[in-house]
């Protein structure tokens, strides 16, 4: 690694925690409905919202009608972006006359917008109209994150509260973030990128004259319907255009991951240069970071969301070292063709295949690392062109479960779900109850945990060795060898965590990936949220131990130590073997000669 | 917060998480799903599309339109998006995967060929031949930039390293001294602010306008 690559990564995580505190704090306070100056201001609108939706504010309700109105919410989401989609062709602002994506298309990418997912198996800029971008996509950015973030607050609740029988109201736990957390925080990040370059128009796409006119060979269809290649000369070049900034925000900072264009951050107008690139990464962490503050706040003790925020830095920090490291060291064989591939004052250098001259060795693999560990899987380069053990460091971020920060509130969430089996797993080891901030884990938190970590693995593994053991599934890899069983593998392990990034030479746009990864990632989402809120009811409603001299601490080196155990055990065992099969392998046969 | 041991719903918690659940049938859910739908989706995708817009067109409407650079009154490019270039007397932007054409605005993305596939080093090698044919002298390593694909099929920028690898031949191609050519890199040059943010760029379109503003362009090839 390169200093400079050290020193991009000490440049991001010292604004991030300088962040973590103020921000998480605020949302604290948000969700407790403390009367600060935001919610004052924002007081009479959230009321009317309230008024509309016949909504009493002040009811709660308990974990089954919580999880049955959030179902019934994002399934009614689903359903309007998949009309949307179909009808985009009759309906305004779509200057370019886009038709409707096919119905398994619509399916596949209505639900990977619910589900925080935001996998594309379209290309953007000739498929989606910018009304479907907008009041389409743009609103489940927003939505996703905000049914994440809750269901998070909810578990909080289930810790803090103690003999109770609600965990909260979930129109107002949803109105609430999406009021005073995403929407000011998006604007201030949406203008920051304009000012950078990144655009927000309405404009039809523009036709612009190239300074040296580009002859290229294109297929075409002669008069007798076979296809020929024929030389075209073009002097003109289209650029797209649209409501970009706006979207860009809210795909960071609600941890969604969906570009505006096909290349997503890689592409100039979503990620103009390297400034741009750093508030990016800055927003995808702000919200998962912040959020282990607001844990230990709202539990009363603030030291057990900086032990969870520890553990969180302490697997990514490696996982960083070891992705850049593989990419500067670049291919061996171009090596072998005599191309420069040493860092230098004058080039990044290092394996540039898929990469931006923009964000070189350090900015791609941080953004790729973070992208890929959080649940963005947003992407600044096509991680299909990384080295092998560069490339297994998204898929194995992937698989860890989303909890290095992890998605919006869905990272924070499956984080207490491993350290309440780490610590069943510590009490089984002495031979004590095992007991989280004062509660008791019992039989039902173990196997609602245990349903909520094992519904990944079940469908990641079962869903790739169905797709290659069918036709239709063996058609999708673009490249070759152990990399086309990657570049499978890596697609269920996106849809079913919820990332939504790709190893992108896969053409996933077919009937049977679109509808198998489609169910994947609504399963992948779903389930675990279930189960999640049934542990937050549960333990809402048990009584609070006193500490004695027999409570295991949960905020020292101990307990971290215990939860990147769990995260790495569970992790490791259940995908060693099927990484074995992809990146391990290609990465001996790279340096076998 | 205070341990206070005490009956199941003890009279600490407060009295709405209590269990006054004043809950009413599974169909009263569909109200408050259906209209707050519809006013998420007026705010976050419509009224904060809008207002995001209006700021932008009147604090930088430079950039919102999408940086367009002008030459005589008629757009020409944009700083943001790359051009490809193949005559020697202009520096060679980086290859692209889009396709049918490199640098196709409406089909941005990368080549996605692994590390190992025969046609990534097939394509690589062709790169090699052809920067070769247009500078037969130069037996220097050619960076590693200038015969990888871009992410964006789009990329504006080539390393520095890339633009000098370049410098000789355009110089000649051109009529120009070597120490021009290298000068107006040198002005055009981007380096890492503080050392660690960005890379040593430089902008391939603006390079060749610069180019273009000292020469006449010489013919292809």
């Known amino acids: 690694m390169t200093a400079q690559s050290w020193g991009l990564l000490a440049l991001f995580l010292a604004i991030a925690l300088l962040c973590v505190r103020p921000f998480g704090l605020y949302m604290a306070q948000v969700m407790e409905g403390a009367p600060i100056w935001p919610v004052r201001v924002g007081g009479a609108l959230e009321r009317l919202i309230y008024r509309l939706c016949g909504v009493d504010p002040a009811a709660e309700t308990g974990w089954k009608r919580y999880a049955v109105a959030l179902l019934v919410f994002n399934a009614l989401g689903a359903l309007l972006l998949y009309a949307l989609q179909r009808l985009q062709f009759y309906l305004p602002l779509n200057p370019q006359h886009l038709p409707g994506p096919p119905p398994n298309s619509a399916f596949n990418t209505a639900l990977s917008f619910v589900t925080n997912t935001n996998w594309q198996s379209y290309t953007p800029e000739t498929t989606m109209g910018y009304l479907t971008q907008m009041a389409g996509l743009t609103v489940q950015n927003f939505l996703s994150a905000a049914t994440g973030i809750v269901v998070a607050v909810a578990l909080i609740r289930g810790l803090a509260r103690h003999s109770a029988r609600t965990i909260g109201n979930f129109w107002v736990d949803l109105t609430r973030v999406t009021l005073y957390v995403l929407l000011p925080i998006a604007a201030v990040i949406a203008i920051a990128l304009v000012s950078q370059g990144v655009i927000q128009n309405f404009s039809a796409y523009k036709t612009v004259s190239l300074l040296q006119p580009v002859t290229y060979r294109q297929q075409q269809v002669n008069a007798a319907g076979q296809p020929v290649m024929q030389t075209v000369t073009t002097d003109e070049q289209t650029l797209p255009m649209g409501p970009v900034a706006s979207q860009e925000a809210i795909k960071e900072l609600g941890t969604n991951g969906g570009g505006f264009f096909n290349a997503n951050s890689a592409h100039p107008y979503e990620n103009p240069d390297a400034l741009t690139n750093l508030i990016e990464m800055l927003a995808i962490v702000l919200i998962p970071a912040a959020l282990t503050y607001t844990f230990g706040h709202m539990v009363g003790d603030t030291r057990q969301g900086w032990a969870v925020l520890a553990a969180m830095i302490i697997l990514f920090v490696p996982l960083y070292a070891l992705c850049n490291h593989a990419e500067q060291l670049g291919n061996p064989r171009l090596s072998a063709l005599g191309v420069n591939q040493t860092a230098s004052r004058l080039q990044s250098g290092g394996n540039m295949e898929g990469k931006e001259v923009r964000f070189g060795i350090s900015g791609s693999t941080l953004f790729a690392t973070l992208a890929t560990a959080t649940s963005t899987g947003a992407a600044n380069s096509t991680y299909d062109s990384y080295m092998p053990l560069g490339g297994m460091v998204p898929l194995f971020d992937m698989m860890l479960g989303e909890v290095v920060f992890g998605g919006v509130g869905s990272g924070l969430y499956s984080m207490l779900i491993f350290a309440i089996v780490g610590i069943f797993i510590a009490g089984l080891m002495i031979g004590r109850t095992p007991e989280y901030l004062g509660k008791k884990i019992e039989a039902f938190e173990i196997k609602m945990s245990s349903i909520a970590i094992l519904v990944m693995p079940a469908l990641v593994l079962v869903g790739t060795a169905v797709a290659v053991s069918v036709p239709a599934g063996r058609a999708g890899p673009l490249n070759p060898g152990a990399h086309g069983f990657s570049e499978i593998l890596y697609a269920f392990t996106s849809a079913a965590n919820n990332n939504g990034s790709a190893f992108a030479g896969i053409s996933a746009d077919t009937r049977f990936y679109n509808i198998a990864l489609g169910l994947a990632m609504w399963i992948g989402r779903f389930w675990p949220i279930a189960a999640v809120l049934a542990v937050a009811g549960s333990l809402a409603a048990k009584k609070r131990i006193p500490v004695s001299a027999g409570t295991m601490p949960t905020h020292g080196p101990t307990f971290i130590a215990l939860l990147i155990g769990t995260v790495l055990l569970v992790g490791a065992l259940t995908f060693v073997p099927a990484l074995a099969l992809g990146p391990i392998v290609e990465h001996l046969l790279l340096w076998s000669h | ?221």
């Open chain 2, 1 to 221: 917060m205070t341990e206070l041991p005490g009956a199941i719903f003890d009279a600490t918690a407060p009295r709405s998480h209590r269990g006054e659940v004043r809950e009413g049938p599974a169909k009263s859910m569909l109200r408050p799903a259906v209209v707050l739908l519809l006013i998420m989706t007026a705010l976050t995708g419509v009224v904060y599309p809008l207002v995001i817009t209006a700021i932008a067109q009147v604090v930088f409407p430079v950039q919102a339109g999408g940086s367009l650079i002008l030459r005589d009154g008629k757009v020409i490019g944009s700083r943001l998006i790359g051009q490809p270039f193949s005559a020697a007397g202009y520096f060679w932007s980086r290859p692209s995967a889009s396709t049918p054409q490199p640098y196709n605005g409406l089909d941005s993305g990368g080549s996605n060929l692994g590390p190992l596939n025969p046609a990534l080093i097939q394509a690589v090698k062709a790169r090699i031949a052809a920067l070769r044919a247009a500078d037969p002298g130069n037996t220097a390593p050619i960076p590693v930039d200038l015969v990888t694909a871009s992410a964006s099929g789009l990329d504006p920028d080539i390393s520095l390293a890339a633009a000098y690898y370049q410098a000789g031949r355009v110089a000649r191609a051109r009529h120009l001294s070597l120490a021009t050519v290298r000068g107006l890199i040198g002005a055009h040059a981007r380096y890492p602010w503080l050392g660690v943010l960005g890379q040593p760029r430089v902008n391939v379109l603006e390079l060749n306008l610069a180019l273009d503003a000292v020469t006449q362009p010489a013919g292809d090839k």
